[in-house]
């Protein structure tokens, strides 16, 4: 990680040669095509993945009863309704892509920008983009091996061949990739669609024993305050990739618009979906039956669609496809805004000259996951990171406070009241002091990998003076790489055919003058 500025002038010049044809970095940015319906897809398709089909349990088992558990995805839907009320409004006050890693950066300075970067660059992307690929492979390979486990290679071929696949479809074109997301976004909504119409054909016929209020909160367990507290944890991560869609501000149509509406329809969806899925769930099932299912999907399924019951599979398959490439999407976006702060090498972001994609940013995306799916421990690291990626919503949120009182006649064309905010904290801080009390190892080892990123950060972007020989070599490899992939710059500030680039330019950022001047140079 080498320091922004030193870079975009050593290599400038080099641009033009790896453009070919005399074209610019000046005349080359990011395109404006994701519109209302790629931004509720973005939002559905990475907050719905596999988990409302395999595992909800780990709701209901925390609860204690049918009850509590419905409860508890109805308020958890409701916090991050409001937690994402308050990125609507960092979103429009500080257009960047980037997300909470830009909002971080500019409000509590770089180091903790480039912390929230590290450790998603380090662990949360690569590991979850992991995760859902092997599930998408198992899901497809298992009908081939109805009597065993696929083989572990054969998953972790498969899903490699998923990952370059989506991987080839976002470097192509943005659109393709959107309309890939739309697609499979509809498709496992149309699945979670079936699972809800045959809950309300069962409740039809009479079978809601456990929804009667009588049974409903009958506990199958004591009930106990930790557990529910762990309840609430478990659903607030099911919600996990609300904040996805800020990851790619530049690049929707007429953001101050289309980035808040997308948010206010998209989370209600997903809060009516997962709650009268899982109502639909216990209508075929009893708390027990759903609790001992590895795949309560496709139990459900066999249960109630008979011959059709291979649709279950499928859709869960459907599903974390979707995922993936929505994954792939928006984390590219975040390391490309993180190359363009001088955060990460600069060849990160630089998009194609004709495509308009960030092609390295997301071959970096694809190699990081890659690699990720080499080693046994991953599932072991999204334990350790989650509770700091969960940090750092909080942070976020308390820096749209910290902006209000630093910059209170910073124009806000979306602008909340802090009630809201102080809410999302109040809950933030509650599951946040449980974790750290219920599991002070797994938390501790969660910060330490994120404070490796200190003297990383001391030494890859706040050292300015680096050897000579150390900046020749990293120009000559960022050359090599504008070379490979034709890429350039793009030009600051704009983007293709929006119409709007000087009004983004002078929105850009809420920074003091000093922090101006650190922004431009690369430095923090």
């Known amino acids: 990680m080498t320091d922004g500025a030193r870079q975009r002038t050593s290599t400038s010049g080099s641009a033009k040669d790896a453009a070919g044809g005399g074209e610019s970095g000046g005349e080359v940015a990011l395109k404006k095509e994701i519109g209302l319906v790629s931004a509720c897809g973005i939002i559905v398709g990475n907050i719905i993945g596999s988990g409302i089909f395999v595992s909800p349990k780990g709701v209901m088992e ?13 308020v958890t839907g409701v916090i991050t309704a409001i937690g994402a009320l308050c990125y609507a409004e960092l979103g429009v006050t500080i257009p960047k892509s980037g997300g909470d890693y830009s909002y971080v950066k500019d409000i509590f300075g770089g180091l903790a920008g480039f912390l929230r970067l590290w450790i998603a660059v380090l662990v949360i992307y690569p590991t979850n983009q992991a995760v859902i690929a092997l599930t998408f492979s198992n899901y497809v390979l298992q009908p081939l091996f109805p009597t065993c486990f696929p083989p572990e290679s054969g998953l972790r071929l498969l899903a490699a061949v998923c990952l370059l696949l989506l991987t080839w479809v976002n470097c192509s074109s943005v659109r393709w990739a959107t309309r890939v997301q739309d697609v499979f976004t509809a498709g496992k909504l149309l699945a979670l669609a079936l699972i809800i119409v045959m809950g309300l054909v069962q409740i039809c016929k009479g079978e809601y024993y456990w929804l009667e209020p009588a049974n409903a909160f009958e506990p199958f367990q004591e009930y106990d305050v930790g557990l529910i507290a762990l ?7 099911a919600y996990g990739g609300w904040n996805f ?11 101050y618009v289309n980035l808040p509406r997308a948010i206010f329809i998209s989370i209600p969806l997903v809060t009516f979906v997962y709650v009268f899925a899982n109502i639909a769930y216990v209508t075929a099932m009893s708390p027990q039956e759903l609790l001992a299912s590895n795949a309560v999907a496709v139990t459900f399924g066999e249960k109630l669609l008979g011959v059709m019951s291979w649709i279950m599979p499928i859709s869960v398959a459907l599903s974390t496809f979707g995922g993936v490439n929505g994954s792939l999407f928006t984390s590219s976006r975040l390391f490309f805004a993180g190359a363009r702060e001088g955060h990460l090498p600069s060849l990160l972001a630089m998009i194609h000259v004709k495509r308009c994609t960030p092609i390295p940013a997301l071959l970096f995306t694809c190699l990081s996951t890659l690699l990720m799916l080499c080693t046994s421990d991953m599932y072991t ?6 509770f700091i990626n969960y940090l750092f919503y909080g942070v976020t949120v308390a820096g749209q406070i910290v902006l209000r009182i630093k910059q ?23 599951l946040l002091i449980f974790s750290l009390y219920s599991e002070p190892v ?11 990123g200190v003297p990383v950060y001391f030494l890859g972007v706040y050292w300015d003076n ?32 929006s119409g709007e680039g000087e009004e983004m330019k002078e929105a850009r950022s809420p920074l003091s003058k000093e922090d101006g001047d650190n922004h431009k140079s690369g430095d923090c």
Not at 410 to 422: D, E, G, M, T
Not at 442 to 452: D, N, R
């Open 62 to 74: 925390n609860a204690s009863s049918v009850g509590v558990a419905l409860i508890v995805w109805i």
């Open 231 to 237: 309840a609430f944890l478990q659903g607030s991560f």
């Open 245 to 255: 869609l800020n990851y790619v501000t530049e690049e929707l149509v007429d953001p």
């Open 381 to 386: 690291l999204i334990n350790y990171v989650g």
């Open 408 to 430: 209170p006649d910073i124009h806000r064309p979306i602008k909340i009241s802090l009630i809201w905010p102080a809410i999302y904290l109040l809950f933030w801080a509650f």
């Open 442 to 452: 797994v938390c501790g080892i969660g910060l330490a990998i994120m404070l490796t």
């Open 466 to 497: 680096k050897p000579h020989c150390f900046d020749a070599f990293i120009d000559k490899v960022t050359y090599f790489g504008q070379k490979f992939c034709v890429v350039v710059y793009p030009a600051m500030g704009k983007s293709v055919g």
